[in-house]
């Protein structure tokens, strides 16, 4: 399908912000929203976008987004999740980061930190915080996925049943109504699953766009984890889920 303007400008838009809004794209674009119903109607028939109710999603499966695509998607979004999670870790602190976008994030507001120490499986992480002269780094062996600098596989593992840090700092790919948190390779999720083992305290760095979108492995689930950083308020069903779980939301912004 060969895209008019209009249509690769709101495809840019949803890659950036990870869904667009009809009434939005109307005023923009300064067209009826009939006229963006039908973009959206022919992106999604091309399997840019899915359809939902008032939009449109990024569309998704049983493969996740290229890495330089996923960094641009909520950059405003995943810097201030990044801070608010980085404002909850003091100084002298032992921290685990995991592969993502957002942890990213939250490693580049970890700068200015002192006397930490980070493990990590995630050589951009490591290359970040070695601005940092106050923070030891100490990165996995494994697997090295050369798409997106991540280790993974069972020497990833390994190495990190070796720590028992203060905090663990982890993304996902999706998040389910169920509050269980969904990846899309095994070999991740089980380095994953033993640094929440491992931590003392674990944190989620999310933005709210993980909501909507949905991956095939199960990581684990919100009940597990000990606090949420998210851009926005959670769905009222899965905030009560949280509350029963004793599960923390901070919504940063």
Not at 120 to 140: P, R
Request: proline share 2%; glycine share 6%.
């Amino acid at each position: 399908m060969a895209l008019n303007f209009r249509q690769s400008e709101i495809l840019e838009i949803a890659r950036d912000e990870g869904r667009v809004v009809v009434e939005a794209l109307a005023e923009r674009f300064n067209v009826s929203v009939q006229t963006i119903r039908r973009d959206l109607t022919e992106l999604s028939e091309a399997g840019h976008l899915e359809r939902v109710h008032g939009g449109a999603v990024i569309r998704t499966g049983v493969v996740n987004f290229a890495y330089e695509e996923r960094r641009r998607m909520n950059e405003a979004a995943k810097a201030a999740i990044g801070r608010a999670c980085a404002q909850a870790i003091p100084d002298n602190s032992s921290i685990v980061l995991t592969l993502g976008t957002t942890t990213e994030a939250v490693a580049r507001e970890l700068l200015h930190h002192r006397n930490i120490t980070v493990v990590t499986n995630n050589i951009n992480v490591a290359n970040i915080l070695l601005a940092n002269e106050s923070c030891d780094i100490l990165v996995a062996g494994g697997n090295l996925r050369r798409s997106d600098g991540g280790l993974v596989g069972d020497l990833t593992a390994d190495f990190m049943g070796e720590f028992k840090a203060d905090f663990a700092v982890i993304g996902t790919s999706a998040l389910d109504s169920d509050g269980d948190m969904l990846d899309y390779d095994l070999a991740e999720v089980r380095v994953s699953r033993r640094i929440l083992r491992q931590a003392r305290q674990s944190f989620l760095v999310t933005d709210a766009s993980k909501l909507e979108r949905s991956a095939p492995v199960r990581l684990a689930s919100l009940s597990d984890i000990d606090r949420v950083f998210i851009d926005k308020p959670l769905p009222d069903a899965l905030m009560a889920l949280c509350a029963q779980w004793d599960t923390e939301i901070t919504v940063a912004g």
